[in-house]
């Protein structure tokens, strides 16, 4: 049977403030957290894809508990299963780290076919681990897709369309692959209230190295310390001017004083 794989985790909301504590923590105080906002569509996705080919959906979240609000919001939307990875003392955020835990992951569940990832997770700003998790199973790597046209699963292929600078570029390959797609290739669903219910009552699972059977790599970076950024000191000038030529005038004159220009 089909089964397609997505990664989400619980990040700030985009609107929050971010900063660094007294401790040198980075916190965004008692604002909630939501689904990292990449992972709406890949989270779509594989709700569609799995729908369409009769298969299986399970979404994974790798590090803390507070993670789990963002697949309790996955089983809302439609996925299946759930579960989440986390090795106690290991950092997780390096991305070695996280995708041989993915991959431990993957392999144990052994039936899957495809991995759909959003395009990065906006709290760290990467998609590395994407291309990590690819290569530590040897599969197919197909990044920017903007939209999955054929996925024949008996056939193991897939056919998908990618986004490029000066247009877009269609693709066939064989699977099993790992995809990351873009915003704009559906429309991500809202929970129903069914669906709510369902993940209110879900039990996610915790896997770690033991239940997985693997030994974690050494991070190959780590944090020193956390700083906030120097506060900075701006002003602002209003150009008057009887007309737009006028003040367009007087405000190329006021860059050329300033060596803007």
Known sequence: MTHIVTFTRSTPDTAAKV?????????????????????????????????N??????????????????L??????????????????????DSLVWSALAAGAIRKLGDVDLIIFGKESVDVGTDQHTYQLARRLGWTMLSYVSAILEVDHAAGTIKVA????????????????????????????????LGIRKAAKAQIPVWSTGELGIQLPCAAT????????????VSAEIIDGENIDAKTAALVERLFEEKVL
Do not use: C
């Open 19 to 51: 900063w660094v504590n007294s401790a040198g923590e980075v916190t965004w105080g008692d604002v909630a957290t939501v689904v990292n906002p990449w992972d709406e569509y890949s989270l779509e996705e594989t709700i569609v894809q799995a729908k």
């Open 222 to 233: 780590s944090a020193l310390r956390y700083m906030n950024p120097p506060g900075r000191d």
């Open 53 to 70: 080919n009769g298969g299986d959906s399970t979404v994974i979240a790798i590090g803390g508990a507070f993670n789990d609000d963002a």
């Open 162 to 193: 990618k986004m490029l600078e000066q247009g877009k570029q269609v693709i066939a390959a064989k699977l099993p692959a790992v995809i990351s797609v873009m915003k704009g290739i559906n429309e991500p669903r809202y929970p129903n209230f």
């Open 72 to 93: 309790k919001h996955s089983i809302a939307m439609g996925i299946k299963n759930a579960l989440r990875l986390e090795e106690p003392g290991a950092d997780m955020n």
